[in-house]
């Protein structure tokens, strides 16, 4: 047996079957002029690839549903793609050039491919625009059969696996959501960053930080995986693996335990009343909330719809979400929790959520993270925003719905945002759509907005806490960054300030604060918040019933004397 220390990341323990997962290749597309004797050999070799990749296509329709609604959305998808490789008006074009220009067929065809979709981006048509991701995504394919390059595709991973990788992209994460995944070893990653929070949602046992275990593990080894201890058990004997197994049983029996706060309200030793909600990245994850007795939905991750719409057929990128799209989602959320608050974040895309879509260009950036994100992102980009706002106040009829915007760092962006919302209002009366007037918030994730919350406090009807970016920002931490990883403390004295701040001034101006970052939903986090004064916090929904079970063992004066030696480390 060998064993790999690492940093714990999800609780819980997972027994499985080692899936290592290989990293990327990365395409290189070689260019270089050929003689007349070589087009044939070229010509042929990359037809050879369409007919392979077409196969290949023809054989995964063969597996799917022509009734199911995933399945019908993966045939749209690959039908369209057929039907690309088929055409003869293109195909013509491409070896005009190709015998005109005699250049090697690889470049060719990399070159030809991305002119045609350029033109479509290009064409003004909404229609012809989605087309232009189709076509490279499928003439990428045929340039990787032809490189002889096979990408990885994430749904091959079995039931009952444990996943070796260097690292995971949320898109990832959320595919492998929907598998019984054993367990998440990883390489990369920080404590706060989205594929944890996903791993969490999810319930899958996380380590990360763990070096080198990629290059040591092998596929079909047994493996243990200890998200509590931080511990991956290669090749245990069975007496560890009967160890484990007992651990399991009674974490099992505890998570039933706590089933009796299922229908009880989070209250203190004391008897103060707090609110906890959800945090959710997809609209079944509502229903897991509804489930663990949420007292509602704190936080949507709606960019998680796009990262899950890129799922859809194997590597392809996402296509436009459509407001009707956004509109189903949503309505299915707010219906799911009756009349309890859900309050939906708009996009916060960027940064360390990538999202391939046609709605929004990719973007080369020094420092991402600094750059081109979340509302800044939506305001450079206007008809995103107000695509996914008029999809909102469609479905603000069916339920308890609340509108907040990300990253934001002054007035004048909440001024922008709340425009472009009295446009979409009188777009839809003017359409004759109903829509109900709801509460518009903003987070306070930065120290800029932290330190202005008083002014904030005149343009937004509530606050929440994001504490993952509030302490990356704050400490200059790459929270994902696995080399600085060990300096993010979300108990740092400046961080704690600055959430302290927040909710004083809010409190003052009669401005509801919450939590909604992982610090609302980690034990040793909950007592400071809650000796703060903050009442609500969100949280994984996984975490709602152990978080009443702690409430119930503390008073406030309890709480409020953890939270003063916190924020008054020089206080004798």
């Not at 195909?91 to 015998?99: F, L, P």
């Amino acid at each position: 047996m060998e064993v790999f220390l690492g940093i714990p990341a999800a609780d819980g323990i997972g027994i499985g079957t080692a899936f290592v997962i290989p990293e990327p290749v990365k395409r290189a597309i070689p260019q270089h002029r050929i003689s007349l004797n070589e087009v044939n050999a070229g010509w042929n070799h990359f037809e050879s690839a369409v007919q392979s990749v077409i196969y290949n296509l023809n054989t995964h329709l063969d597996t799917l549903s022509k009734t199911d609604k995933k399945d019908k959305a993966q045939r749209e998808v690959f039908e369209t793609y057929i039907l690309m490789l088929e055409d003869p008006v293109f195909m013509k074009e491409v070896k005009d050039y190709y015998q005109k220009e005699l250049f090697n067929i690889i470049y060719t065809i990399d070159y030809k491919s991305q002119e045609y979709a350029s033109r479509l981006r290009m064409s003004g048509n909404d229609y012809l625009a989605e087309r232009a991701q189709d076509i490279t995504d499928i003439f990428g394919r045929v340039l990787d059969e032809m490189l002889n390059i096979h990408q990885f595709d994430i749904n091959q991973v079995p039931d009952g696996s444990v996943i070796i990788a260097k690292s995971l992209s949320s898109s990832d994460t959320i595919i492998l959501s929907r598998r019984k995944i054993a367990g998440l070893a990883l390489t990369e990653g920080g404590v706060s960053s989205h594929v944890v929070i996903l791993a969490r949602n999810y319930g899958i046992p996380t380590v990360v930080g763990i070096d080198e275990i990629v290059k040591k593990v092998h596929n079909g080894e047994t493996v243990v995986v200890d998200g509590k201890e931080a511990e991956i058990l290669v090749s245990p004997d069975k007496t560890t693996i009967d160890e484990y197994k007992a651990k399991i049983r009674e974490e099992y029996q505890r998570k039933q335990s706590l089933k009796t706060f299922l229908d009880k309200p989070a209250v203190t030793k004391d008897g103060t009343k707090f609110e906890l909600l959800a945090n959710i990245g997809t609209p079944e994850e509502a229903v897991i909330a509804k489930a663990e007795g949420a007292d509602g939905i704190g936080l949507f991750r709606t960019e998680f719809l796009y990262m899950a719409e890129s799922g859809v057929s194997l590597n392809a990128a996402a296509r436009t979400f459509r407001e009707d799209s956004q509109f189903e989602a949503y309505k299915f959320v707010l219906e799911t929790m009756g009349d309890k608050p859900v309050t939906i974040r708009t996009l916060d895309a960027g940064g360390d959520k990538l999202i391939n879509s046609v709605d929004i260009p990719a973007i080369e950036e020094k420092n991402p993270l600094m750059g081109l994100r979340a509302v800044r992102l939506s305001l450079s980009y206007p008809q995103v925003l107000k695509t996914q706002l008029r999809a909102l106040y469609r479905a603000s009829v069916y339920g308890n719905l609340k509108i907040m915007f990300p990253l934001i760092t002054s007035v004048e962006q909440v001024k922008e945002c709340l425009s472009i919302v009295d446009e979409v209002k009188s777009e839809l009366k003017s359409e004759g759509i109903e829509y109900k007037d709801v509460p518009l918030g903003i987070m306070i994730e930065t120290a800029a907005a932290a330190i202005i919350a008083d002014c904030l406090t005149k343009v937004s009807d509530f606050f929440s806490l994001g504490t993952n970016d509030l302490t990356q920002y704050t400490l200059a931490v790459d929270r994902e960054n696995p080399h600085v990883a060990g300096l993010y403390n979300e108990f740092h004295l400046a961080v704690l300030r600055l959430i302290h701040r927040t909710y004083m001034t809010g409190h003052e101006a009669n401005i509801p604060v919450s939590v909604c970052g992982e610090m609302a939903g980690r034990q040793d986090s909950i007592m400071v918040l809650g000796g703060m004064g903050i009442r609500t916090l969100s949280m994984s929904p996984k975490q709602i019933l152990s978080t009443k079970e702690l409430l119930s063992r503390f008073t406030i004066q309890e709480l409020e004397a953890i939270t003063d030696k916190k924020l008054n480390p020089l206080k004798i």
